[in-house]
């Protein structure tokens, strides 16, 4: 059945296959069990996909499947996202993160705000203009109410001359739900201000 209104996952993909073409270097911040990873690799089939995890066994069995599936366009990076300028040179166009815990995993391995505040100031300097990074706020496990207000507060305090932010929610379910950050950096920056993390 067609619908609008979907699993916050799927609208992140949603608003990525938007602005990805063949050639772009896109990000997977969360990379997990690699479901974000494998889509963006399909969509920049002549670019890269850089992709970070800090669980070492979730990464030894991805890069195992992708070496069976022969995918060659992904750089699997065993290294927390907040330092993925030390890994990437280029300007990614979009990035993606999914905070929290990984389902089915360990559930005390979560994304913290000290560490995705750092990832998020690091990955909207090296964006490319015109591009977009979505965080999926998860906030039902410990910590996660937290670090989603931690989220929300640094994106509230983005200029907007630069970046476009908005945030996507269900407001009609109890409880904790998921939601949906999207931050696009305006096609106009450039030149010193692009470079200047004083602007940002
Ligand atoms: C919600 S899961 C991601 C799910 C993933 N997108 C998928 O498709 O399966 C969050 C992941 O972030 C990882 N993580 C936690 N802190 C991290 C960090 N500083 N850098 C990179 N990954 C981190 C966790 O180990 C966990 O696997």
């Known amino acids: 059945m067609f619908k609008i209104i979907l699993k916050i996952t799927e609208m992140a993909q949603n608003y990525v296959k938007q602005v990805l073409r063949d050639r772009d ?9 690699g479901n974000d990873t494998i889509f963006l690799s399909g969509l920049v089939p002549e670019g890269r996909v850089y992709s970070f995890e800090i669980q070492r066994e979730c990464v030894k069995k991805f890069k195992k499947e992708i070496e069976i599936k022969g995918i060659r366009n992904i750089e699997v990076i065993n290294d927390g996202h907040e330092n993925m300028d030390l890994y990437i040179k280029e300007s990614p166009k979009a990035i993606m993160f999914n905070l929290g815990y990984l ?4 559930k005390n391995v979560i994304t913290r705000p ?3 505040i750092a990832a998020l100031k690091k990955g909207l300097k090296m964006l490319s203009p015109g591009g977009i990074i979505t965080i999926a706020v998860y906030r039902g496990h410990e910590g996660g109410e937290e670090e989603g207000n931690a989220v929300l507060d640094f994106i509230n305090g ?3 001359k630069i970046y476009n932010a908005m945030v996507i929610k269900y407001v009609n379910r109890k409880g904790m739900a998921p939601f949906l950050i999207v931050i696009e950096k305006n096609c106009s920056v450039g030149g010193d201000k692009y470079n200047n993390p004083d602007l940002l």
């Not at 389902?103 to 360990?106: E, I, L, R, T």
């Open 114 to 116: 000290e560490t995705t």
């Open 158 to 160: 983005l200029d907007p």
């Open 103 to 106: 389902p089915g995993g360990y």
């Open 25 to 33: 270097v896109a990000v997977d911040a969360t990379l997990g069990n």
